[in-house]
């Protein structure tokens, strides 16, 4: 038996690229740079959690990225959760062409890993897992450390655009 999705398209069938792209610009997710040694980072809204026993967090990206080959050969990665006033940070390191880490503040961390200031939320990981998912990089890595500056809203991105989340009331 076949099912029928709402936009037309029959489950299991090979979707277009365009038509995937429309269906998950309307999934929100969460807005973090992720940086490694050289230095190299990149814009990510993979970037989720895999385990807390052991600690483990995980993020893809294209294999045809210009820091494909920065995050495939580090030996250390951190992430960088962003707040909702930082979508010049985001916007930066998603850029092609530019340099990323031109007016960033920043520090090196451990293994020379890029660690940038005034974000709410980083942790620093070792890679335990590499591996190509069709056009994407799977990296899992160990968690080393963590920590942040602060309870700032979230930086979200929906729908090609950058926005942040408030709460209601209960």
């Known amino acids: 038996m076949t099912t029928t999705a709402t ?10 690229a365009d038509l995937l792209r429309q269906t998950l610009r309307r999934h929100a997710a969460g807005v ?35 820091t494909a080959a920065a995050v495939g050969a580090a030996q250390i990665f951190a992430v960088h959760v962003l707040g909702e006033d930082q979508a010049a940070i985001a916007r930066r ?6 340099d990323r880490f031109a ?40 968690v080393l450390d963590a920590g942040g500056a602060g309870d700032s809203s979230p930086l979200l ?5 950058f926005g942040s989340f408030r709460r209601h009331a209960a």
């Open 103 to 142: 007016g960033t503040r920043w520090s090196p961390g451990p293994g020379g890993v890029p660690l940038l200031d005034d974000v709410p939320a980083w942790l620093t990981a070792r890679p335990v897992l590499r591996q190509q998912v069709g056009d994407h990089l799977l990296v899992v890595g160990e």
């Open 157 to 161: 991105h929906h729908a090609g655009a």
């Open 7 to 16: 936009v037309g398209t029959t489950v299991g069938s090979t979707v277009s």
């Open 32 to 66: 973090a740079v992720l940086t490694v040694p050289g230095p190299a980072g990149f814009t990510a809204t993979s970037f989720t959690s895999v385990s807390i026993e052991p600690a483990l967090v995980s993020f893809y990206l294209a294999t045809t990225a210009s």
């Open 93 to 98: 390191f998603a850029a092609s062409g530019v």
